[in-house]
């Protein structure tokens, strides 16, 4: 046997182990491919104790606990990123977001309102005379605690925020809903911040921006920012403002009941201000009442003695809006965001951006006709101008008067006086069977019905009734129609006031309208019987930049055929020519006329012109404040055809420029079409012949010039003429023969 520690020698490798390189490189394969799965099952949680030992499945208490791991890491990853993530955002936020003033409160509301063209119209500040700061000391106490009782009960103690609230408008937010609660710390911010996008960020933003607030100001310092910065309604920013608003006197005057009041219209004055809504507003102060009693904040006796205050009258408040013209358009910018569900808190606190349809160049023109028409006359009158593009139902031009904190006379309802027989003819046309504007009647003045000057025709059509605006055919016209008929035919055009009760007079407009619906109803038939809601408003949008409305483009509603429509507009193109208020160029224009009688003898109340083209419809208004008569600087009544139309047919003229000339498609009569004869000729007359005389020749004279006679040609058979180039014979000679003396060149003999 071999020493293995002397032997030296070459070992020998027995066969089996010394296989060739082949088996080798396959031997060494075969371990680095165990070692891979070896690797493998240690990843996926498997243990392999021995290269030998066959692979067995998990036990149940082994995937027990690897399911447990697996939760255990998750639940810790799950709460880092919820806790590290806000924690980081909050730590960043409170670097960067800074502590507002009262201020920066009031001057981040202001509202900008442009023309169509994005010009600023206005831009809307609030009033000096509406905010006057004051220290919170001179608010009393209880009055400070009625806005708590209303607003943030927890004020004193909260840290700036309602975690609970905020999580609530989270949840809300998940399940595509609003609201949460929000503290005064936050609704100050809020306000200041000019936000109320419904997120989570703006609400994150909020809440941060709280906690630093209430972390570099005391609770009192906040409260008194919050109550001179916050809006309150009826133009009042802070409180001081507000008590002269509702009660007309200082902050530190008011009562526990008077300022219970006060704090219950912060969170919405545009409902509950007792002018508004007197339930609502008791219904609200009552909640305030209770929320004190149940803080410990009055007692049982001051809870029971409390009374409902009275409020001083509403007052309309420029609000920062021009005190010119320009004024009532914002008021009406206001009325239709009201509408359109954006409340006047919103208006007063969101910085809106609103774009309005007013055309910049018609509205001067409307201003400027407005100011020329009036020039010179009594200072007694007042006027009105709206127009309407019928092809959008936007309001392009509108003048309510020169007063834009007074009233707007647009909006005023008067009566129509004859602009409303367009609508009497609508009616007839869409009864069946039709009544065409060949329609013959009677149009001679009857007892107790008079036509105006001009207007009288023994029998006219329809057309020429409306030409010359004849009462008694159009009185006639609606008793066969149905007055109800003649009202829904009106209010099918846009016609929205009451129009109750009518009688057969409702054509000669006993009704009240306003200009603007007037302007409208006449849109609605200049657009083929399409009716679209005038408006003013095209965008509305935050300061920072959420797009509370947007108009879209509409086709607006069919109230009636087209045809219908065209037929109207038929009866009322030579209306403006025979009052001499055509448009110059070649323009096609409807219109008509309308005088409201006053009640004493030969004067006149109000007087209106309304027409369109195809491209805009607008409408005059003249007349007083006191429904007494109008009249001329030299005396004149004023009626339809003289000032309002001269107002008319100058902003009509400069409106006409901005676009080419159209045309209204083209007529095919309803019924019996009218007659081609000229108002105050019977349409039934049948044209007569009058037969056209033969050319005559003068006579033949001697040299002296005085006629003479000559004998017929003998040639010339019955009197024939001879042929030309054919003379007498030379055995005939000439005979001369004096004139008789009777013979005149007036009238020659012969």
């Known amino acids: 046997m071999r020493n293995r520690a002397t032997d030296t020698g070459p070992r020998r490798i027995p066969d089996e182990a010394a296989g060739s390189a082949d088996t080798v490189a396959t031997r060494t394969g075969k371990r680095r491919a165990g070692r891979r799965r070896n690797l493998t099952e240690t990843l996926r949680g498997g243990f392999r104790r021995s290269r030998s030992q066959h692979l067995r499945p998990l036990t149940t208490d082994e995937r027990r606990t690897q399911r447990r791991r697996r939760i255990k890491w998750s639940i810790i990853g799950g709460v880092a990123t919820v806790v590290l993530a806000p924690v980081l955002l909050f730590v960043v936020g409170y670097l960067i977001f800074s502590v507002p003033t009262p201020d920066d409160a009031v001057n981040n509301q202001v509202a900008l309102v442009s023309y169509d063209d994005g010009t600023q119209l206005a831009r809307l500040v609030p009033e000096q005379g509406n905010r006057v700061k004051v220290p919170v000391d001179r608010i009393p106490v209880q009055v400070r605690q009625a806005v708590l009782a209303a607003e943030d009960r927890t004020f004193y103690s909260n840290p700036g925020f309602d975690l609970t609230g905020i999580l609530r408008a989270a949840w809300n937010q998940v399940r595509g809903g609003t609201g949460g609660g929000s503290t005064i ?8 911040l000019v936000g109320d996008e419904a997120t989570l960020f703006r609400k994150w933003k909020e809440m941060i921006v709280s906690v630093k607030i209430n972390q570099e100001r005391s609770k009192d310092e906040i409260l008194g920012d919050y109550l001179n910065a916050i809006y309150f309604g009826r133009g009042a920013y802070g409180i001081q403002a507000a008590s002269q608003a509702y009660f007309a006197k200082n902050v530190d005057q008011l009562t526990v009941a008077e300022g219970a009041l006060l704090a219950g219209v912060i969170q919405s004055p545009s409902r509950w201000d007792p002018a508004i809504d007197p339930a609502k507003a008791l219904q609200r102060w009552q909640f305030v009442i209770d929320g004190m009693s149940s803080q410990g904040w009055v007692t049982p006796s001051e809870k029971a003695q409390a009374v409902f205050p009275e409020t001083v009258a509403r007052k309309v408040v420029g609000g920062g809006a021009p005190a010119d013209s320009r004024g009532h358009v914002v008021n009406a910018v206001r009325d239709e965001l009201g509408a359109l569900g954006i409340t006047d808190q919103e208006f007063s606190q969101e910085g809106l951006r609103i774009t309005t349809t007013i055309d910049p160049e018609r509205q001067q023109e409307a201003v400027d006709a407005a100011h020329a028409g009036l020039a010179g006359q009594p200072d007694n009158l007042r006027s009105a101008v709206v127009a309407v593009d019928p092809s959008t139902g936007g309001i392009t031009a509108y003048f309510g008067g020169d007063n834009g904190v007074g009233l707007d006379y647009a909006k005023v309802r008067k009566q129509a006086g004859s602009t409303f027989k367009p609508f009497v003819v609508l009616a007839g046309l869409v009864q069946d069977p039709p009544i065409g504007l060949g329609e013959v009647f009677d149009g001679k003045a009857v007892p107790g019905l008079r036509n105006s000057d001009g207007a009288d025709c023994d029998r006219c059509d329809v057309k020429q009734a409306m030409t010359i605006s004849n009462n008694v055919v159009f009185t006639t016209l609606s008793r066969k129609i149905g007055a109800q008929k003649v009202a829904d035919a009106a209010r099918s055009a846009g016609i929205t006031s009451p129009l109750t009760d009518p009688d057969e007079r409702i054509a000669l407009g006993n009704k009240e309208v306003t200009p ?37 483009p509409s086709d607006g509603e069919r109230r009636f055929p087209e045809r219908v429509a065209r037929n109207v507009t038929e009866a009322m193109l030579d209306v403006a020519g025979n009052d001499g208020l055509s448009l110059p160029g070649v323009r096609q224009v409807a219109a008509k006329t309308g005088t409201v009688q006053s009640r004493f003898d030969g004067q006149n109340n109000d007087a209106w012109m309304s027409g369109f083209t195809p491209q805009v419809a607008a409408t005059v208004w003249i007349g007083t404040d006191m429904n007494s008569p109008i009249r001329t600087a030299d005396g004149t009544p004023i009626s339809g055809d003289s000032v309002p139309g001269a107002v008319w047919k100058d902003f009509m003229t400069g409106a006409a420029k901005q676009d080419p000339p159209e045309t209204f498609a083209p007529y095919h009569p309803i019924g019996e079409p009218p007659s081609d004869k000229p108002p105050g000729v019977d349409p039934e007359t049948p044209a007569t012949t009058t037969p056209t005389p033969p050319p005559t020749t003068p006579p033949p004279t001697d040299v002296s010039g005085v006629p003479v006679t000559v004998p017929p040609d003998p040639r010339a058979v019955g009197g024939a003429p001879v042929p030309p180039g054919d003379a007498p014979g030379p055995s005939t000679p000439p005979v001369t023969t004096t004139a008789p003396s009777t013979c005149t060149l007036a009238d020659p003999c012969g």
Do not use: C, F, N, W
């Not at 710390?185 to 200041?192: D, H, R």
């Not at 007037?518 to 019987?529: E, H, N, P, Q, V």
């Not at 809601?533 to 965008?539: A, D, E, F, G, Q």
């Open 185 to 192: 710390s936050q609704q100050y911010v809020k306000t200041t």
């Open 516 to 552: 603007l619906e007037l302007a409208s109803a006449y849109a609605t038939i200049a657009d083929g019987g399409v009716y679209r809601v005038p408006h003013m408003i095209s965008k509305v949008v935050t300061s920072d930049g959420r797009v509370l409305y947007e108009a879209q």
